[in-house]
């Protein structure tokens, strides 16, 4: 990842963006690789994070590993393909969001077994007829015409997007309405042109590789869905979305913001326990090993008090605080303190956490960064979920507790009062890899294979 510019310029106090903006901020530009495919390598130029091992365990809830290293964070390269040399434009318009279906039937409903297997079919069938045609990396809409237009055509007619008549070599009404919906399959703006970098590479996903998606994420659904019931939340990992849902429909979808390449979100089942109100942030180890103690030491060199700056205390091993100047930033014994971080307007959490038992320590909660989002690139994390509007999904989880709503909730993020709310419901909560799916409508999605957990690098393209 780029490298982010110092949070602290000498003697200057931090940005209002507080701790987090030393990190997680850093500007995602799309490339000539669309804005996809690019998170699947690293600048061999630049130094290399290291990857915590299993998943978001090493961050005791995978936070914000690399948040206080604003010095040797990655670099993306991009992959080449010939598809990336285009004449799109630069500012793609695809990076503002990953749009997610309407509320109504969940990822995990039953129905999309069946759904799913139809779709194999249907994929076995085009690849069995050769697939479909590469379409050109040119900007095409309304009023184009020409061969890229012909091959644009038949591309959505083997898909099935393109329905009706409409002339071969013409982008009209027919097509608008075609690129609409095969850009909402694939969780992109439904702009019905082709303008970006991300619609050409996913029209351009061969169909051997949807089919394996399709048979890769039928598994997980056989799997998951016969337990999704009642009351439970799923955060959908290469959607970067949560659902909310209840008596077999969606209650509430939300953006979020899941794991990094290199510090994936884990798959998981439990249940939700409780929700912390302006907590404490506790660095887990490795981050204190990766990244605090460098950024203490570059703010002792200044002669700068990094915990005062970032709102932190620091403890020894027997418990007991410490003064700043205590610490000798220097020496090996900084590495068995324990260090965290004051309920406060920038907490790296936010103003509340959701919780639910689980080996990787990981968990859903607020953030500073709102930004984060707006982008259509929403894996930023260290392992945790983020979650958009996370005040609404408190107040559905809060509902059958006494003297608890939207107003009483959103009432704590003002007055920063701390509080821990036992959850009286029983409410699941799946953390799920689905990017592939099929609705009893005959719709099929498709979302990017950012771990490369079905069929290898290609589908991660988007």
Known sequence: MPNSMDVIRSGSRIAAAGLA???????????????????????????????????????????FGGLFNGSRGSSLRTESHDSHKSELPRGDPEVAMIVNPALGSPTLATQNIAATKAAIEKYKGIVAQGGWPTVPAVAMKPGSSGPEIVTLHRRLEISGDLVGMSIPDQYDAAVVAAVKRFQLRHGLPPTGVIDSKATVEALNVPATVRLAQLQANLKRLQKLAPIASGRYILVNIPAA????????????????????????????????????????WHVPRSIIHKDLVPKGREFASRGQDMLAAYHMEAFDQQGNPLDPRQIDWFGE???????????????????????????????????????????????????????????????????????????????????????????????????AYVSAWATPDGQVHFRPDIYNHDVGAYASAY
Request: one cysteine or more; a positive charge; glycine letters at 10%.
């Open 21 to 63: 903006a030393a990190f997680l901020v850093a500007t995602v530009q799309p490339s000539s690789a669309g804005p996809f495919n690019w998170f699947k390598g690293k600048d061999p130029q630049q130094p290399q994070e290291v990857a915590p091992q299993g998943g978001g365990s090493s961050g005791g809830g995978g936070l």
């Open 241 to 280: 979305q949560v659902e909310a849902v209840e008596g077999g429909r969606v209650a509430q979808r939300h953006a979020a913001v899941v794991g990094k390449i290199e510090r994936p979100t884990p798959e998981l089942s439990s249940r939700v326990t409780d929700i912390n109100f302006n907590p404490y």
């Open 333 to 431: 014994a900084v590495y068995t303190y324990n260090f965290r971080q004051r309920p406060w307007e920038e907490n790296s959490l936010g103003f509340v956490k959701i919780n639910f038992p689980n080996k990787d320590a990981v968990y859903l909660h607020d953030t500073p960064l709102k930004g984060l989002f707006g982008k259509a690139v929403r894996f930023e994390s260290s392992g945790c979920v983020r979650v958009h509007n996370v005040d609404h999904l408190v107040a559905w989880i809060l509902r059958g507790n006494p003297n608890w709503n939207l107003a009483s909730i959103q009432a704590m993020k003002h007055t920063g009062q701390q509080a821990d709310v036992k959850v009286t419901q029983n409410i699941g909560v799946y953390l």
